[in-house]
């Protein structure tokens, strides 16, 4: 049986004190794909003021500080003024380069991320211990009763 929590390596992309309501652009946390060949990236948007321009899209590079960071093609996905509190996600499968992240455009008004994590899938090998940070508990076939 497949276990996501056990398949799956949980982080977080943009802190709820990096994506606070402003214009300027996040550059979200520089992750490690060594051992893995995808990742999952979730962006939760905030409030995002009438006339905002923003959009999110996911970069690679090959140091680990992400000076050399670089777009990746088609990967940009524009998020209109009246999407407060949708949903946005970038599927990357396999990237040419070790090291990736989310990077959020953000201009002209102000625009909140609430929440972004990437989920890093497809292990080399599992099962994967989560970071510091992240709590999951994996429950199969439980009765009814006091949670």
């Not at 990746?72 to 946005?88: R, S, V």
């Not at 008004?109 to 970071?131: F, L, S």
């Amino acid at each position: 049986m497949q276990n996501l929590a056990k398949n799956a390596l949980i982080s977080s992309a943009v802190t709820p004190t990096a994506g606070a309501a402003g214009t300027t652009d996040i550059e979200g946390t520089v992750i490690d794909m060594a051992g893995f060949e995808s990742v999952f990236t979730k962006v939760r948007m905030g409030a995002i003021t009438a006339n905002a321009v923003t959009s999110i899209k996911m970069q690679q590079g090959d140091e680990s500080d992400g000076s050399d960071m670089a777009d990746l093609t088609g990967t940009k996905i524009d998020i209109a003024d009246d999407d407060d509190g949708e949903i946005f996600g970038i599927d990357l499968v396999k990237p040419e380069k070790r090291y990736v992240r989310l990077y959020v455009d953000r201009a002209t008004a102000n625009a909140v991320v609430a929440d972004a994590d990437y989920t890093r899938y497809q292990p080399g090998k599992a099962p994967i211990t989560q970071g510091a940070g992240v709590t999951i508990e994996t429950h199969v076939s439980p009765i009814e009763g006091t949670a």
